[in-house]
C-alpha cells in the first residue's frame, strides 16, 4: 500500500527544477523506507539505497563512496540519478559530509537528487539547522493513522485503538501475546538502544527504560516532574526526567503536552500531560489482553483520549500546530490547538471516570476560542474525529 499523499508529496519534489535535499523524518516503521522504495521504483531515475543503520556507526568514507556510486550514475543518465541515505544520522559526521559533497555537487552542476531519511528527527533537525540552512526540505512521516489501517488491514476503530498504527505488527494482531512481544522487543527495545542510547549521552539507561512504562502505563494525566521522581527508583532531577521525556518525544514514542497559556514562560514550565504517540506502545506495554481494555470502561476511556491526542500531535507534525492543554483546578480541557490566531478547544467523551470537570465554558470565558468540539458521546463521532488531521479543524473554524 502507498501513503498516497506522502509518496505525491515526494515524488513531486524530485521532479521540480530546483534542486533540495529531501529529509523524510520519523518514527521506526512508519513505513519510510517502503515509500521510498515506491518512489525510487516510479521515479524514471537511476537510484543507488544504502542504509547506515548499523550497530556501529558508519564513518565519513561510508557516505563519501555511497554518494561518488551515486554519482556515476547521475553523470551517465540524462535526467540524473537518485541517491537515498537511510538513518543518516548514524553516519559519523553526516552534515559536514553532505553539505560538503551537495556543495560540489551543484558547482558542478552534477544531476544528482538526494533523499535523506531518519528515526531520529530530533538529531536530524540538529545536523540540517546546522549545516545545510537552504539547501533541503523536510517531510514529516507520521504513525499511520486510522484510516490508513483501515484502508491496508480492514481494521475497524475498536482494533485501531486496540492495536495502534504499526503497519508491521498489523499482521500479528490475532496472536496477541505474540504481537506484544513484537512490539517490546523489535520495536521499542531497538528504538531506545539504537535510536537513542547509541546516538544520545544517556547516564541513566535503565531510567530511560522505566520512563517509557511510566509514561505509557499514564498517557492522558498531567503528572508534576516531582511526582515522576516519587514513581521512579534512581531518578536523578527533574532536569534529567524532561531531557529524557524530550528524547523519547525525539523518537515517536510519547510526548510530554505543554499546557496552554496565553504566556508562553509559564507555557514552558507547566507540568507536562504524558502522550502516547501510537497507543500500541500503551497496550503493549501494560501486560493486559485486548478484551480486558474493552471491558473495562475507566481503561477503555483512557486509551480513547490517548488515540485522539495521538492523533493529534501526529497530523500536526510539520504544520505549525501547536497540541497542548488546560487545567485550572478541577477544570480541564483536554486538548487545544492554536495555530496563529485560530484556538480550538478539545473535549473527549470517552466513557471513562475523570478526577476532572470539563472545563471547556471557564476556557471559553478565559481564551475565546474559535470553537469548541466535544468528540464522542454525543458529539463529533471517535471515527470521524479520527479521519481528518487536526489542521482540519482549524480550517473549519478560522478567527472571524
Same mark, same amino acid.
Given at each position: 500500500?502507498?501513503?498516497? +499523499? #506522502?509518496?505525491?508529496?515526494?515524488? !513531486? ?16 516503521? $512508519? ?17 543507488? *539505497? ?33 541517491? =537515498? ?12 559530509? $553532505? ?26 533537525? !540538529? ?15 507520521? /504513525? ?21 498504527? *504499526? ?24 528504538? #531506545? ?8 549521552? $544517556? ?17 492522558? &494525566? ?23 521525556? &524530550? ?11 505543554? %499546557? ?9 514550565? !507547566? ?17 493486559? &489482553? ?17 488515540? $485522539?491526542?495521538? &492523533? ?10 501547536? =497540541?497542548? *492543554?488546560?487545567?485550572?483546578? +478541577? ?36 481564551? %475565546?476560542?474559535?470553537? %469548541? ?23 473549519? /473554524?478560522?478567527?472571524?
Amino acid at each position: 500500500m502507498k501513503r498516497t +499523499n #506522502l509518496y505525491s508529496q515526494l515524488l !513531486s519534489r524530485l521532479h521540480e527544477p530546483r534542486r533540495f535535499i529531501q529529509v523524510l523524518a520519523g518514527p521506526r516503521q $512508519v513505513g519510510k523506507t517502503t515509500l521510498v522504495r515506491q518512489v525510487m521504483q516510479d521515479c524514471g531515475l537511476p537510484a543507488h *539505497y544504502a542504509s547506515a543503520d548499523e550497530p556501529s556507526l558508519r564513518d565519513q568514507a561510508w557516505l563519501e563512496q555511497q554518494w561518488d556510486l551515486a554519482r556515476i550514475k547521475a553523470r551517465s543518465a540524462p535526467a540524473g540519478a537518485l541517491l =537515498v541515505i537511510d538513518e543518516v544520522q548514524k553516519a559519523a559526521r553526516w552534515p559536514d559530509i $553532505v553539505k560538503l559533497m551537495w556543495d560540489a555537487d551543484t558547482h558542478t552542476t552534477t544531476p544528482l537528487k538526494v533523499v535523506l531519511l531518519g528515526s531520529s528527527p530530533l538529531l536530524l533537525q !540538529s545536523g540540517l539547522t546546522e549545516s545545510l540552512a537552504g539547501r533541503f526540505e523536510t517531510i514529516p512521516v507520521a /504513525h499511520w493513522s486510522f484510516g490508513e489501517m483501515k484502508e491496508a488491514f480492514g481494521w475497524d476503530l475498536e482494533r485501531f485503538i486496540c492495536f495502534g498504527g *504499526y503497519p508491521g505488527a498489523a499482521p500479528l494482531a490475532d496472536d496477541p501475546e505474540r504481537w506484544r512481544q513484537y512490539l517490546n522487543d523489535s520495536l521499542i527495545e531497538i528504538t #531506545l538502544s539504537r535510536d537513542i542510547l547509541l546516538l544520545n549521552r $544517556v547516564d541513566k539507561p535503565a531510567l530511560l527504560r522505566r520512563l517509557i512504562q511510566l509514561a505509557c502505563a499514564y498517557s492522558g &494525566h498531567i503528572l508534576a516532574y516531582q511526582k515522576m521522581l516519587g514513581q521512579l527508583v534512581d531518578a536523578g532531577n527533574t532536569v534529567t526526567l524532561a531531557h529524557y521525556l &524530550h528524547l523519547l518525544e525525539g523518537a515517536g514514542m510519547v510526548a510530554g503536552l505543554s %499546557k496552554f497559556s496565553s504566556g508562553q514562560i509559564r507555557q514552558r514550565a !507547566s507540568s507536562p500531560k504524558l502522550q502516547v504517540l501510537n497507543t500500541a506502545l500503551m497496550t503493549a506495554q501494560s501486560g493486559r &489482553h485486548p478484551a480486558e481494555w474493552l471491558i473495562d470502561r475507566d481503561a477503555w476511556g483512557r486509551l480513547v483520549e490517548s488515540a $485522539v491526542g495521538a &492523533h493529534l500531535v501526529n497530523t500536526a507534525m510539520g504544520s505549525g500546530i501547536q =497540541v497542548t *492543554y488546560w487545567r485550572e483546578r +478541577n477544570l480541564e480541557v483536554d486538548f487545544v490547538l492554536q495555530r496563529g490566531d485560530a484556538l480550538v478547544a478539545i473535549e473527549v467523551k470517552s466513557g471513562g471516570r475523570k478526577d476532572t470537570l470539563p472545563g471547556i465554558a471557564a476556557f471559553d470565558k478565559a481564551f %475565546k476560542p474559535t470553537a %469548541k468540539l466535544l468528540v464522542g458521546g454525543q458529539g463529533i463521532p471517535i471515527s470521524e474525529f479520527l479521519d481528518a488531521p487536526a489542521a482540519h479543524w482549524l480550517a473549519e /473554524h478560522p478567527r472571524q
